[in-house]
Nanobody, 126 residues
Framework: QVQLVESGGGLVQAGGSLRLSCAASGRPFSNYAMAWFRQAPGKEREFVACIWSSGSTNSADSVKGRFTVSRDNAKNTVYLQMNSLKSEDTAVYYC????????????????????WGQGTQVTVSS
């Protein structure tokens, strides 16, 4: 089992920045693909970004150039740095994890990840 705990959410004005953290425990973290998803009110959960054990990343077009995902294997933590926030970024942000070989090419699909955090609210005011 892998336990994930997100933190860092809050209220920020449009154009501002936030950094989310996701602390993992329970299994060797370094071998896992780590991802961020988000769910806005009334909408389906959507992929934001992921980072592989190699450090390479993938991200949704809607956040490219604004959001950066990173990881610190020594701290078992993955981060999502969010800059130039927009009102449409308002959502509950979830951290997800699974073995990279399981996730593979389906990194953008929530069904590819067995482990999830409880979510952290991000609200961007315009």
């Amino acid at each position: 089992q892998v336990q994930l705990v997100e933190s860092g959410g809050g209220l920020v004005q449009a154009g501002g920045s936030l950094r989310l953290s996701c602390a993992a425990s329970g299994r060797p973290f370094s071998n896992y693909a780590m991802a961020w998803f988000r769910q806005a009110p009334g909408k389906e959960r959507e992929f934001v970004a992921c980072i592989w054990s190699s450090g390479s990343t993938n991200s949704a077009d809607s956040v490219k150039g604004r959001f950066t995902v990173s990881r610190d294997n020594a701290k078992n933590t993955v981060y999502l740095q969010m800059n130039s926030l927009k009102s449409e970024d308002t959502a509950v942000y979830y951290c997800a994890a699974d073995e990279g070989r399981r996730v593979s090419a389906w990194y953008g699909h929530e069904g590819s990840y067995r482990y999830w955090g409880q979510g952290t609210q991000v609200t961007v005011s315009s």
